[in-house]
């Protein structure tokens, strides 16, 4: 035999399982289950399952068969999350009967024992803090909100704002991925890439989910960014997010090197993309498929993605309408105009992460800096999508992984050193746009803004509420892995259909 083709007749454990398993091994076990080896049982149960998934197209994201499962009300989502959790009480949640509680202990009964973290949990006392600044009402309904966001107050008309969030998560990286994933152990699929699994992408020129990341300037959060929030967890790696950076190339090596044509890396990826044929028609791996159809997006990307990120185009007043920040690359109110020039080019899923709302000792002065540097860029953004027709199709969330205690951590009457504690049993979200019912508040909590008084949402039903307006039954869309089917809401959710106009 000749040398070069000995490679052929060499396999590794893992082929031979592989190449074997539509053998007598399978035939044999088909027997023992009374199944049809040519009519996989699971097949039928699972539309979304891997084993059925189409061919590429163009962009190497096709939806799967059958979805979106009905007419969707949402075209795409952008989702603003604020990383560190925004405190409910001193923003959403108007509790002006707190004000003469200021000081008190908690009460038992209100607490009922749950569990507190570590950093309160040995505290001597638990003394009511009521809001670090005044409410006031705005819009048509008078909502009462925070003068601390006042553009946000100016759209309070178009916000629903769920006050009855919950979860389980208690500390930051499990609930921000408990939020974004559906568990709070790293290695699920993210949101938006269950949802680009299940619809595929629209733009052949542009990711399906793009990712973009900003912090306070004071860097006083400590929470990091992991990329498993917009993982692909255990389906194929092309449903990942594709972060965008603030500094430099938007994506990593998107220029090409220095005397590198781009007729010549056209005809690179070519030749490359035929070894990578002869590689997959040899071992039949799933991610050599992967590999190609990113090759190709990033060709593409070379083009589009500049383009897309020079704002010098925009007029002046949509400047001036997301805030002075909107001139520093990297900042929350950059990404949020480059979210609604993505939207304008039909990228399905697009994640801004903000951090800097953990204010356990730091509330009386760092909470007014982030609002003032979140607020305006989100108004902007939804009032931006509606004047161009956009927040009709499109979703926007905004919030954190969970609330902030109604009860100070530290010394209180210090007027700079005190802050609030982690809290997930209630807190606040708001989305606007898509179906969603606007100028609506739905769910409350108790008089201490601690428990969940009436309509719960749990962080399961908030996911598979989001899916819903997308067009997906958030029980349909599954993923067989290691002998399970996989989805986002994990075997819970329910769609919280009050909130759909």
Known sequence: MNPLFEREIELTRRQLLGRTSTGIGAAALATL??????????????????????????????????????????????????????????????????????????????????????????????????????????????????????????????????????????????????????????????????????????????????????????????????????????????????????????VLYLSNPKGVSRDMRRGLLDDLAKMNELKHEAYGDPEIQTRIAQYEMAYRMQTSVPELTDVSDEPEHILNLYGPDVHRKGSFARNCLLARRLAERGVRFIQLMHAGWDQHNNLPTQLEIQCRDTDQPSAALVQDLKQRGLLEDTLVIWGGEFGRTPFGQGDINNKLKHGRDHHGRCFSLWMAGAGVKAGFDYGATDDYAFNVAENPVHVHDFQATVLHMLGIDHEKLVYRYQGRRFRLTDVHGHVVKDILA
């Open 33 to 250: 289950l009374g199944q049809d080896l040519n009519s996989p049982a699971d097949a039928a149960v699972s539309p979304a399952s891997p084993v059925a998934e189409p061919s590429a197209s163009a962009s190497g994201m096709p939806p799967l068969p059958g979805f979106p499962n009905f007419a969707p009300r949402a075209k795409r989502v952008i989702y603003l999350m604020q990383g560190g959790a925004p405190s409910h009480l001193d923003l959403f949640d108007y509790k002006p009967n707190l004000k003469d509680k200021r000081g008190e202990q908690l009460p038992d009964s209100v607490r009922m024992g749950q569990r507190l973290t570590t950093m309160t949990a040995n505290q001597a006392t638990l003394p009511m803090l009521p809001a670090l600044k005044p409410f006031r009402q705005y819009g048509s309904t008078g909502r009462w909100m925070s003068e601390m966001i006042p553009h946000m107050g100016a759209i309070s008309d178009d916000l629903c704002v769920i006050k009855s969030m919950h979860t389980e998560a208690i500390n930051h990286a499990p609930a921000c991925t408990f939020f974004l994933t559906g568990s709070q152990i790293p290695g699920r699929p993210s949101m938006g890439a269950w949802v680009t699994y299940g619809l595929g992408n629209s733009n052949d020129n542009l990711p399906a989910f793009v990712v973009m990341t900003s912090r306070d300037r004071e860097n006083s959060c400590g929470q990091l960014f992991f990329d498993y929030y917009w993982g692909n967890g255990f389906i194929p790696s092309k449903y990942q997010g594709v972060q965008f950076r603030g500094q430099g190339d938007p």
